[in-house]
T-cell receptor, first 118, second 111 residues
């Protein structure tokens, strides 16, 4: 069963528009971590944010912001005033509790391709 | 800033050959992982490694694959008798506690 769902396969925006990426997760654990990664065309995974299940505060980092809502099992990501350099695939991921070595075992969503045109 | 290093960045191999993908995790990390990403698809967990043994593996990680920590710094993924469908990006990651740090990946192309 899919544990992390990113329903949007591709979003196209014009530069300076805002874009919101949806992520819905499924877990029975009370302790878990959620992540967002960016994968530019060069292929590496760039870490953006980690959020633990006990911290529902929204977070803003520059043009990036994240909205974590446990009630709806969602961890959405917004890019404000998008730029061409934001064009990439963005992955949401879940890490569940269990044994200690579970923390590095991430379950990724299918990713959302963001295309920003000038 | 410490980072996970993978070599080579790109490897081309003939079908049926064995390949070894290499990773140097962050030095004080104790948990190591391999992930695979077939082109255009999501990143998939392959295996986790702790205390010199496999702690968990996915159904993808069959007898064709093996992992090893041959010395105090390297962590390797061996793929025996490669198939065309093994073509993918392979990511190594290491973890100390609550976050896995990923290497830049090795793109494996099987021809």
């Amino acid at each position: 069963a899919q544990k992390v769902t990113q329903a949007q396969t591709e979003i196209s925006v014009v530069e300076k528009e805002d874009v919101t990426l949806d992520c819905v997760y499924e877990t029975r654990d009370t302790t878990y971590y959620l992540f967002w990664y960016k994968q530019p065309p060069s292929g590496e995974l760039v870490f953006l944010i980690r959020r633990n299940s006990f911290d529902e505060q929204n977070e803003i980092s520059g043009r990036y912001s994240w909205n974590f809502q446990k009630s709806t099992s969602s961890f959405n990501f917004t890019i404000t005033a998008s730029q061409v350099v934001d064009s990439a695939v963005y992955f949401c991921a879940l890490s569940e509790a269990g044994t200690t070595d579970s923390w590095g075992k991430l379950q990724f969503g299918a990713g959302t391709q963001v295309v920003v045109t000038p | 800033e410490p980072e996970v290093t993978q070599t080579p960045s790109h490897q081309v191999t003939q079908m049926g050959q064995e390949v070894i993908l290499r990773c140097v995790p962050i030095s004080n990390h104790l948990y190591f992982y391999w992930y695979r990403q077939i082109l255009g698809q999501k990143v998939e967990f392959l295996v986790s490694f702790y205390n010199n043994e496999i702690s968990e593996k996915s159904e993808i990680f069959d007898d064709q694959f093996s992992v090893e920590r041959p010395d105090g710094s390297n962590f390797t993924l061996k793929i025996r008798s490669t198939k065309l469908e093994d073509s993918a990006m392979y990511f190594c990651a290491s973890s100390e506690a609550f976050e896995a740090f990923f290497g830049q990946g090795t793109r494996l192309t099987v021809v």
